[in-house]
């Protein structure tokens, strides 16, 4: 299993927060993929996907994990009541600082949220919409804001090697397990050749010559070499996974279809304890009240 | 499905049988779609317990032939077969890969990707897990204490670094307790120090548990140290397949295949005429050599008397230097770890480039050396002190602008293919940069490179020795006055490498300075003029090569192997250091002349 390396919480300790280049040196003409630390969002994302923050559903079972998951994401769906959600929503919110999942996370899932509401609201209001459309509106986000939160909570609590046993001991089919766990390997590794790949656009491509209004010039030069990106992405990870094709056939991968003989070996080390019902029973206890008080 | 087996009872008494653990018999194979065969009419035998090197020339079926030994040919490649693979009598045909994966275990060459798990350990049980055997944490712990890997084993696997990484390849193989090994070129994407702690791994794993052992290699000098048996292909045959010394007499076979030479075999051959018609065995070992090589240079008269020029001149600490090209002060970079940590890779470093050094950057892996790279091409800022590069801050200009000046070619080749075609991935930089005879720059920078043919195909399909040449052709097109080279001879055969070589010469009339990150220390000892040695981020030399192959603590401390050639010079005691085969055979003759 996973060692999960307990860091402190960390809102600042971002590498490019402390950089000199990003500190507004005045005579520093850098810009674009030139600020941003795409190491920094590098590590956030090999965090996230490994759980190395720990938190409070890191330590559960993954089967538990994945069963309150299940009973917070529908929950929201059962009601229509603003109050009821609003407590889900905070409840989430709680759950999914509890779980740790990380600045960029959050920073993501904010801007999201309130970037949509926002321009809904404008549209409700330019439109002469009701407060009643109002009131449907703070619905509609806090249910997709509560469903989100959890979803966040979860999926950084479970490491791949978790995740992929949860869900075989579930019955999934073991090809899906297998691709969460590789996919989850596979990142690191795209990032990296994306970051390769953005330097070699750094260093070769046009150099940028001012940032334009608003700095449309510098959006659109990050927005070109993203795109141009993909292509050479996509080929040298299809190049790579050749080799590991051929070698999952020789590691006896292709046995674990039907009558997976590895299985039990493979699960053999999940426990479910009294800490995981209890989780299951309170979260349902909270749920059931909410719904029936609200 | 075979039988859940328990490792104890894998005693390599149990194989030493008369069986061969590897027979083919008229094995001919032809990939689907392909014009010819791969193999034709192949046949072999392998013994119980050998170490085997196979070697060949680009496409003369080598991998082809191992994977045939593990019935991924035919039972993945479903090509045209004919004849039969038997491994310890039993024939490939009609069992399963996984059941053969049980004798016969497979490394690859680009063996990162045969990592499918996130941790260490969880990608070792990873085959046993599949096939249900009941003992797999047993089976695991034991690969893993048997490759020395215990310690990293909760590691995440794209942490390690390549030679943990092979490590943990070879582990997950021997996890199934095969009776054969086979690793498709071990030294290839390492250095030689880590390449020669997997063979020496590989070396013990035959001896002490009988383990068949078959590698794919085109390092004479790793082939002359390990291997017991040596198998030439060529064209899809068997050329022959001989013990290790007879192979290596076999001087025109092996240029065939693009197998000098190894530099003991040269110099025995060049200074014992016996070797020479072969009337006595040629030395395969440095020690060989010494012994081989004293009775002709028995007395080394007085040293002064021999103190002739040396060719390429030895280079005085103190000559004059070029204009300056690039200036370190102070510099320090690292980066943050995943736990949060900062890890220190250069710390405060000052480095001067000039007009005219040849500078060969050496250190062992992780000693900061393509760090230095970036930081120099302005890719990275440091976090501390300055990079000036022709007069500028490199913080106080864009990475793009930069490289109008510096030109930093990857390790990788194929990272630097952006484009659908060599001559577009040429062309980006003097286009980006509107320059007005642009194409006609790009036609004769692939001119110069000899890849005006090959122009408009994909780079990433090219072979590895043509990968280098395009990355080589994108650098000249951006005519920089400093050019950054990490690693450009990796997993190059031999030839290429020389190619490569003799393009790094014939550059240096266009560009000021030269720096290049190598393992490669034939390459310091051909090439460079300068020889700057980081350690823990630090330079702790800075001298020619010469100087630096004759201080054995540097060495050390940089844990860096001098070449064969010093290493008999040395052991010889001769009045100057030798760098090349040639100039020792000069002094050696000299010595004589004189006595």
Known sequence: ?294 | MPAPTTVASTAPDDRRTDTPAIEVRGLTFRYPGAAQDSLHDVGLTIEPGDFVAVVGGNGSGKTTLCKAFNGLVPHFWNGDITGRVRVHGRSTARRTVGEIAHDVGYVFQDFGNQLVRPTVRGDVSFGPLNFGHEDWADRTDRALADLGLSDIAETHTWQLSGGQQHLTALAGALALAPSVLVVDEPAAEVDPRRAAVVYDHLTRLNQEQGITVVVIEHHAELIARYARSVVLMSGGRVRWHLPVREALARREDLADAHVPDPPVVALGRALVAEVDRGERPVPITVDECVDLLRSVVRAAPDASAVAEPAPSGAMPRARRRGALVARMVGVEHGYRTVSGDRHTVLQGLDLDLHDGDRVALVGSNGAGKSTLLSVLAGLAVPRAGAVEVDGRDTRSVSAATLADTVCYLMQRPEEMFLQDSVRADVAMHPHGRGLPDADALVERVLDRVDLTRLADRDGRLLSGGQQRRSTLAIGLAMRPRLLLLDEPTSSLDLRSRDDVIGMLEALSDHIRCTVVATHDMHLVAEWASRVVVLDHGQVIADTDPRTLFSSPDVLERARLVSPQVAQVGAALALPELPLTVDELVRQVRTIEELA
């Open chain 1, 1 to 294: 299993m996973t060692s999960v390396v307990t860091t402190p919480p960390r809102t600042t300790g971002a590498d490019g927060r402390r950089d000199p280049r990003t500190t507004g040196r005045k005579n520093s003409s850098r810009s674009g993929f030139d600020r941003v630390t795409v190491e920094w969002v590098k590590l956030e994302l090999v965090r996230v996907a490994y759980a190395t923050r720990g938190g409070f559903l890191a330590r559960r079972d993954p089967r538990a994990v994945l069963g309150w998951y299940l009973v917070c994401a529908l929950a929201p769906w059962l009601t229509y009541s603003t109050p009821a959600l609003a407590v889900f929503f905070v409840l989430s919110l709680a759950c999914a600082l509890a779980a740790r999942i990380g600045p960029l996370l959050l920073g993501l899932f904010s801007l999201g949220l309130l970037g949509q509401a926002a321009y809904v609201l404008v549209l409700v209001l330019v439109l002469g919409g009701s407060p009643a459309a109002v009131d449907g509106l703070v619905q509609i986000s806090l249910k997709l804001g509560a469903i989100s939160l959890v979803s966040m909570a979860a999926f950084v609590s479970l490491d791949p090697e978790k995740l992929s046993d949860g869900l075989q001991a579930l019955r999934a089919p073991a090809v899906l397990g297998f691709g969460v766990s590789y996919g989850y390997r596979m990142v690191p590794m795209l990032i990296d050749e994306f970051q390769t790949i953005v330097d070699g656009h750094r260093m070769r491509g046009a150099p940028h010559c001012g940032h334009g209004f608003l700095g449309w010039r510098t959006a659109a030069r990050v927005g070109r070499i993203a795109v141009q990106a993909f292509y050479p992405l996509i080929l040298n990870t299809a190049q790579r996974t050749r080799t590991t094709v051929e070698a999952l056939e020789t590691r006896g991968f292709s046995l674990t279809g039907s009558d997976d003989p590895g299985r039990r070996l493979r699960l053999a080390h999940l426990r479910f304890t009294v800490a995981d019902a209890a989780l299951l029973l309170v979260t349902l206890t909270i749920v059931v009240v909410t719904l029936a008080v609200l």
